[in-house]
C-alpha cells in the first residue's frame, strides 16, 4: 500500500533550482526587520544612556554580519548539493509535508544544542564559535557576530539530514532556528513567566550563555529550547548580571578579519610550538579552558605573558 509520506521521488540534481524557490530564504527577508529592531535599540539605549553598545564592537559585529551573509550565499549550493544527495540515497524519504516542520525542528535543535556543546568543549570547533561570544556588550546587534567559517558545523546535522526530512523542510527549519536566536540577544528583555523561561532558550537564559563568570561559562547551549539543558545537567539561572566577553578579551574590536581568525592564528602558533603529536593534538582539540589553564600555569612558571608560552 503506498504510504504518503514515506517513499516519496527523487529530486532530479538538475531540478536543484525547485528546492532552492521552494525553501522561502527567511533569513534574507528577516534581516531588514532585524536591522531596523536594532536601531531602535541603540537609539533607545542613546536616549536612555544604557551600557549597552559601544560604537567599535558594534562596527565589528556589522562587518562580522555582512560577511557571513556572503558565506552563507557563497556555500549555499554545495549545502543544497549535499543534502539533496543524502535524501536521494534514503529509501525513507519523506514527502513535502509541511506538518513535518514540528518534528523536524525539534530534533534539529536537540543536534543544535550538542553542535554548541562541542564548540565550547573543544578547541578547533570553538574556533568557529567565538566569534559570538568576543562581544563584551549584550545587545541585538550580537546576533550577527556568526563566524564565517560556521558552515562547518554542518556535519553536526547530518543525522537530522539522514533522517529523509524533505530538503525544503531541512532549510526551513535551520533557518528559524537562526532567525529564533536573534531577539535573545538583548538586556531589554527580562525574566519572562516562569513557564516560558523552563522551555524556551529566552533572553534571560541566553544573557548567561553570554556570561564570563565561572558558574555561568559553558552553560545554558539551548538554541531555541532550554530543557536540553536542564536534562543533560548544564542549566544554570540568571541570577546575578552577567559580565560579556571571553576570558581574555580582544583588542581589534572592529576588525572582522580578526574577530574571526584571531583563534584559530592562536591555535597554527600553539601547534608549531608544541611538542609532540599529542600535545598538538591537544592544542587543537583539547578544552578550551584546559589550554588556557595550561598556558597560565606555564606563564607563572617562567613569569611571562600566557600568549609567549605552549
Given at each position: 500500500?503506498?504510504?504518503?509520506?514515506?517513499?516519496?521521488?527523487?529530486?532530479?540534481?538538475?531540478?536543484?533550482?525547485?528546492?532552492?524557490?521552494?525553501?522561502?530564504?527567511?533569513?534574507?527577508?528577516?534581516?531588514?526587520?532585524?536591522?531596523?529592531?536594532?536601531?531602535?535599540?541603540?537609539?533607545?539605549?542613546?536616549?536612555?544612556?544604557?551600557?549597552?553598545?559601544?560604537?567599535?564592537?558594534?562596527?565589528?559585529?556589522?562587518?562580522?554580519?555582512?560577511?557571513?551573509?556572503?558565506?552563507?550565499?557563497?556555500?549555499?549550493?554545495?549545502?543544497?548539493?549535499?543534502?539533496?544527495?543524502?535524501?536521494?540515497?534514503?529509501?525513507?524519504?519523506?514527502?513535502?509535508?509541511?506538518?513535518?516542520?514540528?518534528?523536524?525542528?525539534?530534533?534539529?535543535?536537540?543536534?543544535?544544542?550538542?553542535?554548541?556543546?562541542?564548540?565550547?568543549?573543544?578547541?578547533?570547533?570553538?574556533?568557529?564559535?567565538?566569534?559570538?561570544?568576543?562581544?563584551?556588550?549584550?545587545?541585538?546587534?550580537?546576533?550577527?557576530?556568526?563566524?564565517?567559517?560556521?558552515?562547518?558545523?554542518?556535519?553536526?546535522?547530518?543525522?537530522?539530514?539522514?533522517?529523509?526530512?524533505?530538503?525544503?523542510?531541512?532549510?526551513?527549519?535551520?533557518?528559524?532556528?537562526?532567525?529564533?536566536?536573534?531577539?535573545?540577544?538583548t538586556e531589554y528583555i527580562k525574566k519572562l513567566p516562569r513557564w516560558i523561561e523552563f522551555i524556551f532558550a529566552t533572553p534571560s537564559n541566553h544573557r548567561v550563555h553570554h556570561g564570563s563568570q565561572e558558574k555561568y561559562i559553558d552553560k545554558n547551549f539551548g538554541a531555541t529550547f532550554i530543557f536540553w539543558d536542564r536534562i543533560f545537567d548544564t542549566y544554570e539561572p540568571e541570577d546575578e548580571r552577567p559580565i560579556y566577553g571571553i576570558t581574555t578579551n580582544i583588542e581589534q574590536k572592529a576588525n572582522p578579519i580578526h574577530i574571526n581568525f584571531h583563534e584559530l592564528t592562536d591555535i597554527i602558533r600553539d601547534v608549531r610550538k608544541a611538542k609532540g603529536l599529542r600535545e598538538k593534538w591537544f592544542y587543537v582539540f583539547g578544552s578550551p579552558i584546559k589550554v588556557a589553564e595550561k598556558k597560565q600555569q606555564m606563564a607563572r612558571q617562567f613569569s611571562v605573558e600566557p600568549e609567549q608560552v605552549v
Open positions: 500500500m503506498f504510504d504518503p509520506l514515506f517513499g516519496a521521488p527523487e529530486i532530479p540534481i538538475d531540478k536543484l533550482w525547485t528546492v532552492e524557490q521552494g525553501a522561502p530564504n527567511l533569513i534574507l527577508w528577516a534581516v531588514p526587520i532585524m536591522i531596523l529592531l536594532t536601531a531602535i535599540e541603540m537609539v533607545v539605549t542613546y536616549i536612555q544612556e544604557k551600557p549597552y553598545y559601544d560604537k567599535w564592537e558594534t562596527l565589528g559585529s556589522v562587518l562580522v554580519g555582512l560577511g557571513s551573509l556572503v558565506v552563507g550565499a557563497g556555500v549555499k549550493l554545495g549545502l543544497l548539493y549535499g543534502v539533496v544527495w543524502l535524501y536521494n540515497l534514503l529509501p525513507w524519504r519523506m514527502a513535502l509535508q509541511w506538518w513535518t516542520l514540528v518534528p523536524c525542528y525539534l530534533i534539529f535543535d536537540f543536534f543544535s544544542y550538542w553542535a554548541h556543546r562541542v564548540s565550547h568543549e573543544q578547541r578547533f570547533w570553538w574556533a568557529t564559535h567565538i566569534v559570538h561570544h568576543s562581544g563584551e556588550y549584550y545587545n541585538l546587534s550580537v546576533s550577527f557576530r556568526l563566524s564565517w567559517i560556521q558552515n562547518l558545523k554542518i556535519i553536526f546535522f547530518v543525522p537530522v539530514a539522514l533522517m529523509g526530512f524533505h530538503p525544503i523542510v531541512f532549510f526551513t527549519v535551520s533557518q528559524l532556528a537562526v532567525l529564533f536566536q536573534f531577539w535573545v540577544h
